[in-house]
Each structure stands twice: as structure tokens, then as C-alpha cells.
């Protein structure tokens, strides 16, 4: 599950102060101010300030332990007991696995994937607030409740490869999708592509007027301030006269069709104030964080694909579910853990043991490990997160509004709307009427869910129209922070995995290694959980074949 990031919703103003700065770096900062991080790049790029395209910098190339490596030391393969059968857990299994360890994972939850999770019809749960839901979706219909897309370059996809998981496109960003800012005074959606050249043509008018009138003199060389106005002209669809008016970037009215029918553009231009109050400017940035950027990927028929593809590799018979571990010993010669299964208390002696649970989870697990490690894991903090899927009896989103995929972007409590990235043209589908964080993911959470689909389809009704409620055929709601043996949607580590306060977790506590996407610089996203197991994995090994 990967977090989005939200920027700031104060309102910036761009008066005669950000225009006439003393210097380039202000100029460029006051830019970004007003238009986000792509009119901050863009003009950058247009000033030959931007870097250049690099060659794709990637990981060392990961070799999985073999079995030939005890066979050439003459040793024999050591038994791990790894707790918690997330990705990272069952990634450590599967590559140490690889080279004949005898691996036995532990899951408290009745499933293997921790956060990665796939609703579909029948599925159940019941969260701490004792809330119990049963989800009705038709067949083919699912809700990735936690993790639902990958970037290209994260070795998610690797394992995708390797483990003959097929994928398909993510629309993360969608032209025709809505922003819809309620508390800027917003009384309709605007689309994407409408808000968009709106921002980048009136900052361009701006820039391009500056520039022009020799206010940037003192920034820029006379050459500098050419190619500026020459780039802004484009990029801002400006006028003769260095005026932005709108244009065919915003949309149409009436679309192009056949010779009489040329199209009608969409009118009624906002002035530069009504755009910079309405504060849409500050969702333009995330579609060039490096973690966004499309194209994205999903796997096909749900993200837990990977999660029981990792299991089937590692072997069922390795997997015991529903062992909820309550205590970690390390004996100095190996490691005992102790834990409930089916109400008889139970424990498994190893050689080594790798504890992949979320921290908030493994700190209150009794163990002998050190108060560093007890201090190390205490100081990491669980966020909250929460997701509807609401499934609709018709794709009216596609036949009414012509929106295929993409996410719908609002300052309300819902915060995200996305509609699916696949079955299209299909009978059915399922919106995440809401994905949101923190306090509004608390507020939801402690509603019923007959109460969260309620709140969250009065906010889509706003932005959608009627069907957003008429045509609703059920709902299921999910909220991290109460989910039994997770309680967490992803983690925050103050001063990021390097830090020296969690040595005692990225380097082995006696026989007991660490792994999770909270020991990485990826936290909530998988590529942290797989990167993280295979740095533990190849630690574990090196230290086996050194004693």
C-alpha cells in the first residue's frame, strides 16, 4: 500500500513580490510556489537548470542463496522460523528456500500478504471496534484494500516475472478525471485537463510578462529570457500577445466529430485569481514524484496474486496460519518462539529467525533481544489509512463521463476516488470511494460501515451526480489501524531506516534478523518489503557459511 502525498492547501498569491525577486533561486522557488512542482521543472528545463536524463540506476543485482553453496563449504542448511507471513516474511522464506534452508513461517492472520489484501465476494473480516462485514461483490469484482499499484522500476515487478504473475496498466493519473476543492468555494468538478492548462497557462502569462518587461533582468541573460518566453508561448498556450485565453487543451463542450462538426471549446475561462483561489495547482506535482509516475502496474485479478504466489513457491506445508507468536527467545545456540494455534499453545526451536511483523506488533511481543531493540521498535509510529470499495450495477462512470481508470482528486474527507483499471466496457465495477489518511481515515473508522458508505457517497454524489447513489449495488469498507495482528497501514521511521536508533533492527539481534518495508527507504510500498528481505537474506547466509 503506498501513501500519497499531499502538499499544502494554504492558497499562494503571485503578486509584484514572488514576480520581482533578487534572485534566480527565489524566482524558481516562488514558481513552484504558485504552480507546483511541474511549473518549477518545466521552467527549470526551458533555463537549461534541469538535470539530464541518467541511465536507470538500480540495485545491485540480487543472487539468491543456492544449495550448491553448502555443498562447496561441506556445510548443511540451517532451519529459520520467520514470523509473519507478509511479503517480506515470505520473501525471506522463498529465497532462502532457494538454497534448501528448512524455513517454517508463522502468520497469526487466517492468510498469508499482511497488508496486501484482495477483497472479493464472500471475504469477511471483523476489525477491532468489533465491526463485522461480509463482501457481496459480484464475480471478477475485488477491492485491493491495501497495495494496488507498482512503478516500473520498483523489483515488484521482478518477482511478477518470476513468479508468473501477469500484470496490467494502473491509470494512476487520468486528463478526464475531476479535482474538486468544496472548501475553495469549488460548487462543480472541473477536469483534470480543464484545471491543468488553467494553472500552467496563467503562470506562463505571468512568467512570460515578467520576462518580457525586463523584470527578470537581474536573474536571467538576455538568451535565458528568449528561450523562456519562446518555452512559455508553448507550454502555456499563450497568445500574441503573451495572454492566456484558453484553448483546446482545456476541452470541449462539444468534442470534434464529422466535417460540420468542428467542436466547441470549453468556455467561460476563469480569471488568474478564481484559479489560484481554487487551489487546484497543488495536485499537478503528483504525477511527477518519482513513485507515481506513469505508467503503473497492477497484478492481474488482484494484488494478492503475489503474496499466493509467494506461498505456493514456498510450499503450504511451510505456512501455518492462524499462529499468533508470544514470545522470541534467543537461546545463544539458536532461537525458540513460542505461540497459540488453534488454542493449544505451541513452540518451534530453529537455528535462526527472521521477525518480519510490523513493529507496533513486535514490540509487544516479550522477548530477550535487548532494550535496544524494544527502543528501536517503539520509536517507529503506524499510520492510519482506510479504503471503500463501492461496486455499481454499470460503469456509468465510463458511459456518462468517459473516465476509464485515474483518480479523482478532492480537499474532502475522502480524499481520493478511483475508478478501475480494468474490466473495462464491463457490466460491474468497483470505485474506492474513498482512499484517505490520518485523521479522516480515524474518522471513518469508528463509524459502522453502513455509516462510512453513507458519508462517503453523499461526498461522490457532489462530484458525480445521482448514480453515484442509484446505481450503488453494495460496499465494503477496511481500516488498517483496527486490523487484528497488523494495526497499521504503514509506518513512519523519524530520521529514515539509516538512523543509528535502529542499528539493533538493520543489523541481527543475536540470532534473530529483521526485515520489513519499515526497514527501508521504500516504507509502505512492497519494493520496500522484498529489498529489505533480501538484504536480511543475504546477511543471514553470509553469516551461516562464515561460522
Not at 365 to 381: D, F, K, M, S, Y
Request: aromatic share 10%; with cysteine; glycine share 12%.
Amino acid at each position: 500500500m503506498a501513501q500519497t502525498q499531499q502538499t499544502s492547501g494554504a492558497r499562494q498569491t503571485f503578486g509584484t513580490r514572488q514576480i520581482f525577486g533578487t534572485s534566480r533561486r527565489s524566482f524558481l522557488r516562488d514558481v513552484g510556489l504558485t504552480g507546483g512542482a511541474g511549473a518549477l521543472f518545466a521552467t527549470m528545463g526551458a533555463l537549461g537548470l534541469a538535470p539530464t536524463a541518467q541511465a536507470a540506476q538500480r540495485e545491485r543485482p540480487f543472487r539468491a542463496p543456492r544449495a550448491s553453496d553448502f555443498t562447496l563449504t561441506g556445510r548443511a542448511a540451517a532451519k529459520v522460523v520467520v514470523v509473519g507471513g507478509g511479503v517480506a516474511g515470505l520473501t525471506a522464506a522463498y529465497e532462502l528456500g532457494k538454497a534448501g534452508y528448512d524455513c517454517t513461517v508463522l502468520e497469526a492472520g487466517d492468510r498469508t500478504g499482511g497488508r496486501n489484501l484482495t477483497v472479493r465476494g464472500g471475504d469477511g473480516t471483523v476489525d477491532l471496534y468489533g465491526n463485522r462485514q461480509r463482501a457481496r461483490f459480484a464475480d471478477g469484482q475485488y477491492l485491493n484494500a491495501g497495495p494496488a499499484r507498482i512503478p516500473q522500476w520498483m523489483v515488484t515487478l521482478d518477482y511478477c516475472r518470476e513468479l508468473g504473475v501477469p500484470v496490467e496498466v494502473f491509470a494512476n493519473t487520468n486528463a478526464d478525471a475531476y479535482l474538486f476543492n468544496a472548501s475553495a468555494g469549488m460548487t462543480e468538478p472541473v477536469r483534470y485537463r480543464t484545471a491543468k492548462a488553467d494553472v500552467y497557462g496563467y503562470v506562463s502569462e505571468l512568467l512570460a510578462k515578467a520576462a518580457d518587461k525586463g523584470a527578470l533582468d537581474q536573474e536571467l541573460t538576455a538568451d535565458d529570457r528568449e528561450r523562456l518566453v519562446e518555452f512559455l508561448k508553448d507550454w502555456g498556450e499563450l497568445g500574441e500577445k503573451l495572454t492566456y485565453e484558453g484553448g483546446e487543451r482545456r476541452g470541449y463542450s462539444v468534442v470534434p466529430a464529422a466535417a460540420g462538426t468542428p467542436g466547441v471549446l470549453l468556455g467561460d475561462v476563469p480569471t488568474v485569481s478564481e484559479v489560484l483561489a481554487s487551489g487546484v495547482g497543488r495536485y499537478f506535482s503528483f504525477e511527477f514524484g518519482f513513485d507515481q509516475a506513469m505508467p503503473m502496474f497492477q497484478p492481474v485479478g488482484g494484488m494478492d496474486r503475489i503474496p499466493q504466489a509467494l506461498t505456493r513457491a514456498v510450499g503450504d506445508r511451510r505456512v501455518r496460519t492462524g499462529a499468533v507468536v508470544s514470545g522470541i527467545t534467543d537461546t545463544g545456540r539458536g532461537v525458540t518462539v513460542t505461540y497459540t494455534q488453534g488454542g493449544r499453545t505451541k513452540t518451534i526451536d530453529a537455528d535462526h529467525c527472521v521477525a518480519a511483523l510490523p513493529p507496533n506488533i513486535l514490540a509487544r511481543i516479550p522477548h530477550n533481544l535487548g532494550p535496544g531493540v524494544q527502543r528501536a521498535l517503539e520509536a517507529i509510529t503506524p499510520a492510519s489509512a482506510g479504503k471503500i470499495g463501492l461496486e455499481y450495477r454499470s460503469r456509468w462512470w465510463e458511459l456518462d463521463h468517459h473516465i476509464y481508470g485515474g483518480i479523482t482528486e478532492t480537499d474532502q474527507d475522502v480524499t481520493h476516488i478511483w475508478h478501475p483499471s480494468h474490466g473495462f466496457h464491463g457490466e460491474r465495477g468497483v470505485i474506492v470511494g474513498y482512499y484517505n489518511y490520518g485523521a479522516d481515515a480515524d474518522a471513518y473508522a469508528r463509524l459502522t460501515p453502513e455509516e462510512r458508505e453513507r458519508r462517503a457517497v453523499a461526498v461522490g454524489e457532489r462530484i458525480y451526480g445521482p448514480k453515484y447513489r442509484t446505481e450503488l449495488a453494495s460496499s465494503f469498507s477496511h481500516h488498517w489501524r483496527q486490523t487484528p495482528h497488523l494495526e497499521a497501514a504503514w509506518h513512519d521511521t523519524p530520521g529514515g531506516p539509516d538512523h543509528p536508533r535502529y542499528k539493533p533492527l538493520t543489523e541481527p539481534a543475536g540470532r534473530v534478523h529483521f526485515a520489513g518495508d519499515w526497514l527501508s527507504h521504500t516504507s509502505a510500498w512492497q519494493h520496500g518489503a522484498f529489498t529489505s528481505a533480501r538484504r536480511t537474506v543475504t546477511a543471514l547466509h553470509a553469516r551461516v557459511l562464515s561460522s
